[in-house]
């Protein structure tokens, strides 16, 4: 049995990786390094995707924000003169692309990384490209779609514990205490740029920013994988590794 399945017992949130067919964990591990790019608009469960796929095939889940906080709270020079970005802009793309490389570049990542948030800019692809060959990382981007109305629903129904940070939500992954984080029993809030006002404005800031992205991906060959995020977190989980860990693009149906 893999660490993986072992440490997702201790996670009650998690107990659904422990129902994973072995078989398709098995392909999954048996595939190349791969860099995983997760895209879906804000709300389609790309981070949960992000951390159960993480969780199983022990790869790191390499979020900008998340190394972005991470270099603040530790004074680096690049979170010196990054300390501003958090409060909403975006960081400069030069910023993000060392980041993530030289992430890229440590011991853990030489079987495979998920990528949540980055490529986000044309310029961040053009760069990040170069950098996977280098690395031996073959890119498939993981697309997750889903209609307006359900990210509505969805955001409607996203809270966080005010605690730990986990994340929940009321449709698809709910806590088993109403209001209580499973974790740490800590009080559940919903988020604050959850609100549907903010709502279409942000998915139209990600529509106009990743559209060329996707593009420029598929127009360099790049494997893309589409799936329907409206499935269950579990079952979504396990149709991203059955598909990923066992198709080849030569062998896809037409
Ligand atoms: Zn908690």
Known sequence: MRAGFVDAARRPNIVVLSQLNTAVAASFFAS???????????????????????????????????????????????????????????????????????????????????LDGYPRTLEQTMDLLPVLRRLNLEPVLVRLNLDYTEVVHRLQARCHCQTCGAIYNLVHLPPRLAGSCDQCGGRLVAREDDQVDLLSKRIEQYLTLTAPVARFLEASSVRVEEFSATEAPSRLLTAVLTRIGTETPSDELP
């Not at 159960?52 to 390499?62: D, G």
């Not at 004074?75 to 958090?86: E, F, M, Y």
Request: net charge positive; aromatic share 4%.
């Open 32 to 114: 190349k390094p791969l860099a995983l790019l997760l895209y879906g608009v804000p709300g389609s469960g790309k981070g949960t995707l992000g951390k159960m796929l993480s969780q199983v095939t022990a790869w790191p889940h390499i979020s900008t924000g998340d190394l972005l906080r991470k270099h603040v709270a530790e004074g680096t020079s690049t979170g010196q003169a990054s300390a501003g970005i958090l409060r909403g802009a975006y960081a400069p793309d030069y910023i993000v692309n060392n980041l993530v490389a030289s992430r890229m570049r440590e011991a853990d990542c030489r079987r495979g990384v998920i």
